[in-house]
């Protein structure tokens, strides 16, 4: 079976790994480069921030992220040499209008990566001495990790350009569809190529809407701008993730530390702002003072694709009896990443799937009026 996904971004790299292993060829096609764009641009948390705030069909999802990324790493990093840098770092998080309802949905869901304890000051200086005096408890999610997304992009993208079940396109426009007897025939490119496959997969994150007119749907999907720092700091000086007011730290294993992060509705602009880089910065160094004596070593925007609930839409699209979706998972991409290509795949597939594939349905798209007319 050959499958052509459109867009190379975390979730189409993810899908075409879920695919080849069933023994699938895979074209993919990218507008720019493989590896880039939103996926590039996140933070890497492998959970959902303040998965209370969430809809239970994204924590299903975001559950797998880490164990699954362990896996892909385990196998994939003999052939490509790229750690993804899986870093069990925990994260603390200082909202105290949220410490009631953490616990509380510890308690009630029993998830060990959302397990969390409750922390006073002189436990909270144990486990991160360099949070601010201000702080004067936490609760503390132990189980919680973040990946090196420009890494894992690395890996995954190396490992499918040598696998001989995989062909990717880059600085390809895929400008429509051929549809013919409510099947796609192929895709055409903006230089007039056609390509043709079994099966098509829409995975363009924040350009998702762009297909809205030709497939006669509504698809509201659209971008949001976040934007991020880089700190460069000592080796292991940061022993946590925190969070507070929806602003977080995220250290690497080398000493760099990822803080951000905006929402900004900009369209498709993804130029960084020099207010939205000193909000980020007065909010890191208020959790972590001693932040303010390293260097900012790089700043940069990303382009969320946004959904109304940030449950992203994955299966078969309406009308059409090849073309599939895996898109719309806003915030939360990284961590939803793995599970949503599992679940895209045994789908494809007919094959028993790890969660309730209803709740992703693109059933919940609106058709526009006369849809169906010229499919």
């Known amino acids: 079976m050959h ?43 492998l959970s959902p921030m303040y998965p209370w705030r969430y809809p239970r069909e994204v924590n299903h999802l975001a559950q797998y992220g880490k164990q699954l990324y362990q896996d892909w790493n385990k196998k994939l990093l003999p052939q490509t040499g790229i750690d993804f840098e899986i870093h069990e770092t925990g994260m ?3 909202d105290e209008a949220d410490f009631e309802i953490g616990l509380n949905y510890k308690d009630q869901y029993q998830e060990p990566m959302q397990h969390c ?24 999610f132990p189980q919680l990790a973040n990946v090196r997304n420009p890494r894992l992009l690395k890996s995954l993208v190396s490992y499918l350009k040598q696998h001989p079940l995989v062909e990717i396109r880059e600085n ?12 796609i025939q192929s895709v055409q490119t903006t230089n007039g190529q056609h390509f043709s496959a079994d099966h098509f997969v829409i995975a363009t994150g924040a350009w998702s809407n762009c297909w809205s007119e030709q497939l006669q749907v509504s698809i509201p999907v659209e971008p949001v701008q976040g934007q991020m720092m880089l700190f460069k700091s000592p080796e292991n000086w940061l022993p946590t993730m925190c969070m507070n007011n929806v ?40 959790m972590v003072p001693e932040l303010a004596n390293f260097p900012i070593v790089k700043q940069w925007a990303g382009l969320r694709p946004s959904s109304p609930t940030g449950i992203p839409y994955i299966g078969k699209m309406p009308e059409l009896n090849n073309l ?29 799937t790890l969660v309730d594939a209803k709740a992703y349905s693109t059933q919940r798209l609106k058709l526009s009026e006369g849809a169906g007319v010229i499919l």
């Not at 360099?130 to 004067?136: H, L, P, R, T």
């Not at 993804?270 to 890191?284: D, E, F, G, L, W």
């Open 92 to 94: 603390l998080i200082f």
């Open 172 to 183: 390809t426009w895929i400008e429509k569809f051929n549809i013919q007897n409510q099947k």
């Open 117 to 140: 304890e409750y922390l006073s000051r002189e436990k909270l200086k144990q486990v991160n001495p360099q949070i601010s005096e201000q702080f004067q408890h936490a609760i503390y």
């Open 247 to 286: 602003m977080y730290l995220i250290p690497r294993t080398d000493g760099h530390i990822v803080c951000g992060s905006s929402m900004n509705h900009l369209g498709f602009d993804h130029r960084p702002s020099i207010t939205v880089q000193q909000n980020i910065y007065k909010a890191c160094v208020e």
């Open 3 to 45: 499958i052509a996904i459109i867009g190379a971004g975390v979730s189409g790299l993810l899908s075409a790994l879920e695919l080849i292993e069933q023994g699938c060829t895979v074209t993919l096609f990218d507008q720019q480069h493989a590896g880039q764009a939103a996926s590039w641009a996140g933070g890497g948390i």
């Open 324 to 352: 599939w979706a895996n898109f719309g998972h806003y915030r939360n991409g990284l961590c939803m990443g793995p599970a949503s290509a599992r679940l895209l795949r045994q789908l494809i597939l007919k094959q028993e």
